[in-house]
């Protein structure tokens, strides 16, 4: 019987099964890989798979399945995860670059913090309105390597993350790969509160990384927060997000925050 080897990980809350796939381990159908290993009662359990593979471009590359089985062009948690689980296996030094779908990103880890620079975000738009059934509802968009809407919320205490970010999620506007939607509030000082729906996933995680950094970029437009921006997760944990803004644009973005291994495995193929 043959196994696979894998290690848990997890970015603020954000977990994920981690695979050295550099030698082909995952065979020739990651997704269904995916689907299986993510499942949380009848496999390991995670909100997404990442494949460390090689590459002409970078030291490595990074390949992220979500639970559905689709491939996300990049992810903000499973990069910071990604870069440590490379620099602690001695694969790569500290400081060094992954390809993703989305392009080329920094990482450095510094013990148990990892800190990613994310790409430039794009197609930012502020104050639009969206009808969801009867109702209508002021949103914020971002990309920031995969797509997020932004709703300001007074408090994420009682709001339903989970049916009002799948309408959103859902939305025509978004069609036909949808969005990933993210509940903010402010906090006092430099700060904002973080829930979010995550596409793929398809449910509301601890954490999102790219969610985070779209979420911070959005307060910083509409109240002038500046860099870092603390975001606090639901999983009680904090990242911060760095940027440089000029004339309504932002650049040298970069995602900080701990990073734990959990366990190391291995699982029947």
């Known amino acids: 019987m043959k196994y696979l080897s894998f290690t848990k990980m997890v970015g603020t809350g ?96 510094l013990g148990d913090i990892v800190k990613a620079k994310m790409i430039d975000p794009k197609d930012l738009k502020l104050r639009f309105e969206i009808a969801l059934g009867k109702l209508s509802q002021e949103i914020h968009f971002v990309d920031t390597g995969v797509p997020h809407t932004v709703v300001i919320i007074d408090s994420l205490k009682d709001c339903n993350v989970k049916d009002i970010g799948r309408q959103i999620r859902n939305h025509k506007l978004f069609s036909p790969k949808g969005t990933n939607v993210n509940f903010i509030s ?29 979420s911070a970029l959005v307060a ?16 009680g944990e904090s990242l911060k997000v760095y940027f440089f803004k000029q004339n309504g644009s932002f650049q040298e973005v970069y995602l900080e925050g701990p990073v734990k291994t959990i366990f190391e495995g291995r699982v029947h193929l």
């Open 220 to 235: 910083a437009s509409l109240k002038n927060l500046k860099s870092p921006v603390q975001v606090h997760t639901q999983s």
């Open 14 to 109: 954000n977990d994920f099964i981690v695979i050295d796939n550099r030698t082909g381990a995952i065979g020739k159908d990651p997704a269904s890989s995916a689907k299986r290993l993510c499942d949380r009662k009848l496999g390991i359990g995670a909100d997404g798979l990442l494949l460390l593979e090689k590459s002409t471009k970078a030291e490595i590359r990074m390949r992220i399945f979500n639970p559905d089985g689709s491939e996300a062009a990049m992810c903000g948690n499973g990069i910071r995860c990604i870069a440590r689980f490379s620099a602690d296996n001695n694969i790569t030094g500290p400081q060094f670059q992954i390809e993703t779908l989305a392009g080329l990103i920094g990482a450095e880890v």
């Open 186 to 214: 402010y906090k006092s000082g430099n700060a904002i509160e973080v829930r979010t729906y995550e596409r793929g996933v398809e449910d509301e995680t601890l954490s999102c990384g790219t969610g985070s950094t779209a």
